[in-house]
């Protein structure tokens, strides 16, 4: 697991995730050309939108999961 540390609306966080799971969010941060913290802020708005139904950790996990399987599928 890597740790990384952001603040997210004025607060301190951090999220665990596997080093795979991190390449997947660098390379859609380089590919977006946008910072890795708007980009975080932007999965967080998403999983806050219908309520929080699960963590900022495991909404990561899920949104990797989709991209990879949306790039295979030849969607992106």
Known sequence: MKKRS???YGHQTSVALEP???AVIDA???R???S???FIRARD???MAGGPTRNLASH???WCLE???AQQAGKD
């Open 6 to 8: 952001i603040s997210l």
């Open 20 to 22: 795979e799971f991190w």
């Open 28 to 30: 859609a941060v380089e």
């Open 32 to 34: 977006d050309g946008g």
């Open 36 to 38: 890795f913290a708007s």
């Open 45 to 47: 708005d998403e999983r």
């Open 60 to 62: 990561l996990r899920v």
């Open 67 to 69: 991209r990879v399987a």
